[in-house]
């Protein structure tokens, strides 16, 4: 069983940054797929981002492309996004999740970060 803590959310204005973490604990972390999703209120969760085990490779929502930057430390067991040129809609809860090679649904999820985004 793996758990995740996110951290790093707040409040922000227009155009500022904000860097989320996550940690990781009770599992080998390096062997999981790290996801970051959000949902916004009245929204459905949606994908912001993941990379891959080793690092080298992510992918992101196509509306966060350039603005944010997700990474890795498998030796402290930390998946992070850094978010810049922050927009209001970019407000909503946080959330990391892992993902097990090989397998195409999440397995864990963490309790989620507020983000909120002020005009």
């Known amino acids: 069983q793996v758990q995740l803590v996110e951290s790093g959310g707040g409040l922000v204005q227009a155009g500022g940054s904000l860097r989320l973490s996550c940690s990781a604990s009770g599992g080998t972390f390096s062997s999981y797929h790290m996801g970051w999703f959000r949902q916004a209120p009245g929204k459905e969760r949606e994908f912001v981002s993941v990379i891959n085990t080793n690092g080298e490779n992510t992918y992101y929502l196509q509306s966060v492309k350039g603005r944010f930057t997700i990474s890795r430390d498998n030796g402290k067991n930390t998946v992070y996004l850094q978010m810049n040129s922050l927009k209001p809609e970019d407000t909503a809860v946080y959330y990391c999740?892992?993902?097990?090679?090989?397998?195409?649904?999440?397995?864990?999820w963490g309790q989620g970060t507020q983000v909120t985004v002020s005009s």
């Open positions: 999740a892992a993902r097990r090679n090989g397998r195409a649904d999440y397995d864990f």
